[in-house]
């Protein structure tokens, strides 16, 4: 058998070896787990307020929003601190790239604020 295949096969092994694993924990935590069935685990949980209805109509898309928005800006920073610590190595053309992705990013926080997405109330 060549290296190659030798390697696939070494990588195939901890592979299948990782996916027993998870299933023999999984199977074994469904085991020796107590079961005790009760209506109130059944209730879906809003964020702390008791569901009203019934239907998917009862979460408010400002949550939503105001999570995407976040994520948004997680992500600028991810791009950002990489680009601080190297900023002497990028010069110039690195600097206006940069300048270009935080004025976009800003142009949709602008939006955000112009629709009255970030108030909470």
Do not use: C, H
């Not at 929003?65 to 010069?91: N, S």
């Not at 790239?97 to 949709?108: K, S, T």
């Amino acid at each position: 058998m060549s290296d190659f295949l030798r390697d696939y096969l070494t990588v195939g092994i901890f592979g299948l070896t990782g996916v027993a694993l998870v299933g023999l924990l999984l199977g074994l935590g469904s085991l020796l787990r107590p079961t005790r069935p009760q209506p109130q685990k059944y209730i879906n949980y809003e964020s702390g307020v008791d569901p009203v209805g019934t239907g998917w109509g009862q979460s408010n898309v400002r949550y939503y929003i105001f999570a995407l928005l976040f994520v948004m800006f997680d992500v600028e920073a991810v791009f950002i601190f990489p680009f601080a610590t190297r900023v002497d190595a990028y010069g110039w053309f690195g600097l206006i790239e940069m300048g270009i992705f935080i004025v976009v990013l800003a142009l949709g926080l602008l939006y955000a604020w112009k629709k009255k997405v970030l108030r909470w109330v």
